[in-house]
């Protein structure tokens, strides 16, 4: 057992929360205004049985060490720490501590990278007069320098942070018996997770030379690149004003536009963009704007990361920059003012792949139908793929599925021995990523095994098709439902839901007897306020199916 398990089972959540909120009773449940939008009519619910919360405007949940992350403004890890001191729980955090062990012990290194730069003219001058960044810059990103790599190692022995450091795979042993440091004659870049702390560093060669011209930390307990966004920790702060995220491919175009005032943006390390990267970015804008290379390699890149943020609830815009340069250079050799201009040229992903139809020669035209095919066939949401085709066909006159009036997403159905239900459950597992334990549902042994390998987070290629292909459209609200039909403690809510709803249709028709509509209100008075609700959605569900 975990210790944030333990933790759950010590604590109650209703206690707990009763410390921040006046909570009411609703028959089974609590319910208050939610603390984390304006909330004119309660939709904070709180469940004793299942020992969690859930608020049905703005979407948020979790159990109780979550609550309190989010109440405080926390990690979860510190939010636990919170609790276990609150209520007298003896606890070891074993693993978890370790964890901030390993951020402590990047944190120091860093420091230390930062001195060794001080001490290098040759460091220095990369920094400020090949790459032309402020000083100020160079402090406040804490870039470094890791010397002769050996020093390091000194360095971490004397701070008592070697065995750390050494498990992160940040020094490496030497055919001469010595160790050495990683990134040794390069300049060290911190990468930070969202809540700021260090997990891993980007280093950058001094000379053409040496090669390769960017290294990454090797993937860790706390760092893999395929999960990591550089600069996501200050971008999140800007998208509250900005409003759309600024997606480049390196380390030092983030830094230059975050210079120059455009902290809105990130890149991840180093590789494409993978579904990870735009489950994260989903969760903090809707609107993305690709600023890449406008040569074919940068094209391409477009279209690679296109295929994987269309499939979450976000709109692709694209600036493409002059074949050769990168924001970074741009900036330097035009100013800021002409990347602003570029920016606001940006055009959404669908009206250049329309463009691209209509320029396109003859014998080039049939390869960019089956280019806009392709791209239409990874939008999650029905809606927006059909106002796709929509403006395709106004503005080309040409249908990309012949002769069909909806699009044909290489349909792949669910298996059949899955209910509806299972469907939705494992379509929020995948693309909500909430905190469940599956043992508190009824899931078939196909449903579990699925639930499983998603929770495990494996690779879009070891999951079935199906997955990516079903709509997403109000997903939450389904995924709430479904968890709501398939848990343990309710075996009997979907069938008083299909009373209800059977006799909910023959009153409508004036076909109810004065007794079927006296058991209706007795059946509908009986449920919770929050079980109206799901009632309510699980009228929309049926009557869509």
């Known amino acids: 057992m975990s210790v944030f398990e333990e933790i759950r089972q010590r604590l109650d959540i209703v206690e707990v929360l009763s410390e921040y909120l006046h909570l009411k009773r609703v028959g089974n449940s609590y319910s208050t205004n939610c603390p984390f939008h304006p909330d004119d009519t309660p939709s904070f619910y709180v469940s004793p049985s299942r020992q969690i919360w859930k608020c049905f405007g703005c979407g948020k949940g979790g159990d109780v060490i979550k609550f309190v992350s989010e109440y405080e403004g926390i990690s979860y890890l510190e939010a636990a720490k919170l609790l276990a001191q609150r209520y007298n729980l003896d606890v070891d955090f074993g693993d978890e501590e370790k964890g901030e062990r390993f951020h402590s012990a990047l944190g120091k290194i860093a420091f230390f990278y930062g001195e060794e730069l001080k001490n290098s003219s040759i460091a220095k001058e990369f920094l400020l007069k090949v790459r032309k960044l402020p000083a100020e810059v160079v402090q406040d990103f804490n870039l470094g320098y890791a010397g002769d790599g050996f020093k390091s190692v000194e360095f971490a022995r004397r701070e008592g942070i070697f065995d750390e450091l050494l498990e992160l795979k940040h020094f490496f042993l030497t055919p001469y018996g010595r160790y050495r440091d990683f990134f040794h004659q390069r300049i060290t870049i911190p990468v930070r997770n969202i809540l700021s702390k260090i997990v891993g560093f980007g280093g950058r060669s001094l000379s053409e030379e040496q090669k390769p011209k960017y290294k990454n930390s090797l993937s860790s307990e706390i760092f893999q690149k395929d999960k990591t966004l550089f600069g996501i920790e200050r971008a999140k702060n800007y998208l509250r004003d900005r409003g759309f995220l600024i997606i480049v491919e390196g380390f030092f175009d983030v830094i230059r536009l975050h210079s120059v005032g455009l902290g809105n943006s990130v890149a991840p390390l180093g590789t494409a963009l993978t579904r990870h990267h735009a489950r994260v970015i989903s969760k903090l804008t809707s609107k993305v704007v690709l600023l890449f290379d406008g040569d074919t390699a940068g094209r391409r890149?477009?279209?690679?990361?296109?295929?994987?943020?269309?499939?979450?609830?976000?709109?692709?815009?694209?600036?493409?920059?002059?074949?050769?340069?990168?924001?970074?250079?741009?900036?330097?050799?035009?100013?800021?003012?002409?990347?602003?201009?570029?920016?606001?040229?940006?055009?959404?992903?669908?009206?250049?792949?329309?463009?691209?139809?209509?320029?396109?020669?003859?014998?080039?035209?049939?390869?960019?139908?089956?280019?806009?095919?392709?791209?239409?066939?990874?939008?999650?949401?029905?809606?927006?793929?059909?106002?796709?085709?929509?403006?395709?066909?106004?503005?080309?006159?040409?249908?990309?599925?012949?002769?069909?009036?909806?699009?044909?997403?290489?349909?792949?159905?669910?298996?059949?021995?899955?209910?509806?239900?299972?469907?939705?459950?494992?379509?929020?597992?995948?693309?909500?990523?909430?905190?469940?334990?599956?043992?508190?549902?009824?899931?078939?042994?196909?449903?579990?095994?699925?639930?499983?390998?998603?929770?495990?987070?494996?690779?879009?290629?070891?999951?079935?098709?199906?997955?990516?292909?079903?709509?997403?459209?109000?997903?939450?609200?389904?995924?709430?439902?479904?968890?709501?039909?398939?848990?343990?403690?309710?075996?009997?809510?979907?069938?008083?839901?299909?009373?209800?709803?059977?006799?909910?249709?023959?009153?409508?028709?004036?076909?109810a007897s004065s007794e079927e509509f006296n058991r209706f209100r007795k059946l509908l008075s009986a449920l919770e306020e929050g079980e109206k609700r799901l009632y309510k959605w699980y009228k929309e569900k049926v009557q869509t199916l």
């Open 301 to 511: 890149a477009v279209l690679n990361a296109s295929k994987e943020l269309l499939k979450f609830p976000v709109e692709v815009w694209v600036a493409f920059l002059p074949s050769g340069q990168d924001p970074d250079s741009f900036v330097l050799q035009n100013g800021i003012k002409a990347l602003r201009n570029l920016l606001s040229s940006a055009k959404p992903l669908k009206n250049l792949l329309i463009e691209s139809v209509k320029r396109a020669s003859p014998d080039r035209r049939e390869a960019y139908l089956r280019l806009f095919k392709e791209i239409v066939s990874e939008i999650s949401d029905p809606i927006s793929r059909e106002l796709w085709i929509k403006e395709f066909r106004d503005q080309t006159g040409l249908n990309p599925f012949g002769k069909t009036k909806t699009v044909a997403v290489r349909k792949i159905e669910p298996p059949p021995e899955l209910s509806k239900w299972e469907v939705d459950f494992l379509l929020g597992l995948l693309y909500l990523s909430p905190d469940l334990n599956l043992e508190e549902f009824k899931l078939s042994s196909k449903a579990r095994e699925l639930a499983e390998k998603i929770l495990k987070g494996e690779n879009k290629d070891r999951l079935p098709p199906w997955l990516f292909q079903i709509d997403t459209l109000g997903l939450e609200k389904r995924f709430s439902l479904a968890v709501e039909m398939l848990s343990v403690e309710k075996p009997l809510l979907e069938e008083t839901f299909k009373k209800l709803f059977h006799l909910e249709k023959k009153i409508k028709e004036g076909k």
